[in-house]
């Protein structure tokens, strides 16, 4: 992986770290309503309920139903019995158990949120492909027009077209962690760009004989 790609995992790491540490679960709780909002305006209240719903399935399935939460709520912070059984010692770490309660929390948001998006990149997934089969067709036949004639195929523009589609993909997937309420238009713009990208990338592939 290059090194500019390594940058943007490095930073993905690291938004997720001062996510969880730093920033208040009810933070990101009033984000994901802002959030609801913005596609309620943009794209109507059918598209937000079935975003919605289909975030709320997906949460409930992967961090409810799996014990996963659980497991993590009961792994840092003692039930009410086990305070009760520490004789002298029940109020002993009771910072540490609310700052770690504020944490679970804060990540039952992220995680919330990020199904949201996925469920939003979902909705408009049929749209994409309505853009990206053309975007392919229209690339492999400049491509196979070029095989024919002397038209040059740069490798320059192949190589920085594939590269901005992957700057883009992880942009966006950092955006998709970030305790910020984003406009429902950013991710079709992302993509209309990268099927965009994606054209120009097949015509200037290389020429085979």
């Keep these: 992986m290059k090194k500019p790609l390594w940058l ?3 930073l993905l790491v690291i938004e ?6 730093l920033v208040p679960g009810d933070w990101t709780d009033r984000a994901i309503k802002q959030e609801s ?8 209240s059918h598209t937000r ?8 399935s997906w949460y409930q ?15 840092l912070i003692p039930t009410e019995e086990q305070r009760l059984n520490s004789r002298g010692m029940e109020k002993m770490g009771l910072w540490w158990f609310q700052w770690a309660e504020g944490r679970i929390e804060a990540l039952g948001n992220i995680v919330y949120q990020f199904y949201t998006r996925m469920a939003l990149l979902l909705a408009w997934a049929p749209y994409m492909v309505i853009l990206f089969l053309p975007a392919m067709y229209d690339g492999m036949m400049t491509w ?11 490798p320059v523009i192949h190589r920085y077209g594939v590269r901005f589609i992957g700057y883009l993909l992880l942009g966006l997937g950092i955006a998709f ?3 910020i309420a984003l406009n429902p ?10 099927c965009v990208l994606v054209g120009i990338a097949m015509g200037n592939l290389q020429k085979r004989v």
């Design 37 to 44: 909002k913005l596609v309620d305006a943009n794209l109507g």
């Design 16 to 21: 997720l770290l001062v996510i969880l540490l």
């Design 49 to 56: 309920y079935w975003i919605e719903d289909k975030a709320e």
């Design 61 to 75: 399935s992967t961090m409810i139903d799996s014990g996963f939460y659980e497991g993590v709520y009961y792994t």
């Design 177 to 179: 962690f970030a305790p």
């Design 185 to 194: 238009i950013i991710i079709p713009i992302v993509m209309m760009a990268c």
């Design 144 to 154: 196979r027009i070029k095989r024919t004639n002397f038209d040059y195929a740069s």
């Design 8 to 10: 943007v995992v490095w």
